[in-house]
């Protein structure tokens, strides 16, 4: 599940949009992207809209254009460790930011939840509960509730203050709203009301909105069987070449280096 999915044009006049699971959060609308399709070819493509959606899109941002390097031989190539992690898109991101910020890891009973963070301030208890499709806070007036490393979470959700926050189309990014809510706990903020209105949808089914240009009134056919499925045949084939990045001029790239081809795909001599 990628909480940040990049809307990708193959060719920046094209109307076409593409979704692809994005591991980052530094991207910008106009970005050149290294991207890999569901069916395991390369290709450059541009950045159209970022949305948070939490769709499984099977293809994925590897890199920016710009990241790719040279190899001693002066090939350009595609970066090891793509595709690239960084910022607020991983729940791991916020997860690692809590245990650093003292917040134990339980391990809730109840199915729902995946994993139960908990701490304690001068008067209160606080839980923030991971799921598959979003975030939860839990909030008590009390500090006689057990935060224990390594133990279970079993409170009942029909205790204290609860709000479910899911992934999908949220306004603004939940992980580091989750975060800010940390933050202002640990400081004892004593009006925490902002953090107990719901965010985003428990809807994340795939909107005809969704793969229009901004400001384009062009609307297409869009086949909704599931959330960013996509055939392999609906890619722009013409402009992915087998694992080959292309770069225009009838030049294309992949880890081994960059140059020509034959009608195979072949790199020529």
């Known amino acids: 599940m990628s909480y940040i999915v990049a809307f990708v044009n193959f060719k920046e006049s094209s109307k076409s949009l ?25 290709s450059v493509a541009f950045v159209n809209k970022l949305e948070y959606l939490g769709w499984n899109c099977g293809a994925e941002i590897l890199c920016k254009l710009s990241e790719r390097s040279k190899n001693t031989d002066g090939n350009y190539i595609i970066p090891k460790g793509a595709p690239y992690k960084k910022g607020y898109a991983l729940s791991n991101t916020l997860v690692n930011i809590l245990d650093l910020e003292r917040w134990e890891k339980m391990t809730p009973v109840s199915k729902t939840y995946s994993l139960a963070m908990g701490k304690k301030n001068q008067t209160q208890t606080a839980f923030i509960l991971f799921r598959k499709n ?23 959700t029909t205790e204290g203050r609860v709000v479910p926050n899911h992934y999908a189309r949220t306004n603004k990014n939940l992980l580091q709203w989750i975060e800010s809510f940390a933050t202002d706990f640990d400081n004892n903020k004593k009006n925490l009301d902002k953090y107990f209105i719901p965010q985003g949808s428990k809807d994340n089914r795939r909107r005809d909105s969704d793969y229009i240009p901004p400001g384009d009134l062009l609307l297409r056919l869009i086949d909704k069987t599931s959330d960013c ?11 992915i070449f ?14 081994t280096g960059i140059g020509d081809i034959d009608k195979n795909g072949d790199f020529l001599d």
């Open 18 to 42: 593409y979704p692809f699971d994005c591991t980052r959060d530094d991207l910008v609308p106009g970005d050149k992207v290294i991207v890999r399709t569901k069916d395991q070819r390369l």
């Open 134 to 156: 979003g975030i939860d806070i839990q909030l008590h007036d009390s500090k006689n509730y057990k935060v224990k490393k390594g133990g279970s979470w079993t409170i009942s």
């Open 229 to 239: 499925d996509q055939k392999d045949e609906s890619y722009p084939i013409k402009d």
């Open 242 to 255: 087998d694992g080959k990045v292309s770069l225009g001029g009838g030049l294309y790239i992949d880890t």
